[in-house]
């Protein structure tokens, strides 16, 4: 193999790899929000439990209730939550409560394990009777 071919190979080994890790990146950016909201974001070092995920639409509309977990603490994630949501067009009703276009979104955190500062977040979503 001449030069001007183990250029050219090297070449399209490393944009193969580079489009690679985009897809992976554009998949994995996915996995930052609350499955089945669609735009309710997970936040900074929580991870959802995908397995306890329960996602149906009724015919008044959808049903989403997910949980995530992370070390932190409750007080800075309900922080996130009533700073954040209200800039993707949801209402805070109370403390926990979001409302928007026909849907309610309840936010529960607590402590699993308040020593190893285990947090545990459950999010519902469903439709709005208030709405209607």
């Known amino acids: ?3 001007r071919n183990v250029r050219a190979f090297l070449v399209s080994v490393l944009t193969a790899l580079a489009l690679h890790v985009g ?3 554009a998949q994995g950016a996915g996995s930052d929000f609350v ?3 669609g735009d309710v974001p997970l936040a900074p070092g929580l991870i959802e439990d995908s397995k306890a ?3 149906f639409d009724s015919p008044a509309g ?5 949980y995530a977990f992370g070390r ?5 994630v309900k922080a996130f939550y009533a700073d954040t949501l209200p800039q993707l067009g949801w209402v805070a009703a ?3 409560v979001f409302r928007r276009e026909g849907e309610v979104l309840r936010i529960d955190a607590a402590y699993e394990d308040a020593v190893d500062k285990r947090v545990v977040v459950r999010f519902s979503l469903s439709p709005d009777s208030a709405a209607h």
Not at 62 to 66: H, L, M, N, Q, Y
């Open 94 to 96: 109370e403390p926990g």
């Open 23 to 25: 897809d992976a990146a």
């Open 62 to 66: 959808r049903i989403v209730e997910s």
């Open 1 to 3: 193999m001449n030069r």
């Open 72 to 76: 932190g603490e409750v007080d800075k």
């Open 53 to 55: 995920n329960v996602v």
């Open 35 to 37: 499955g089945g909201t």
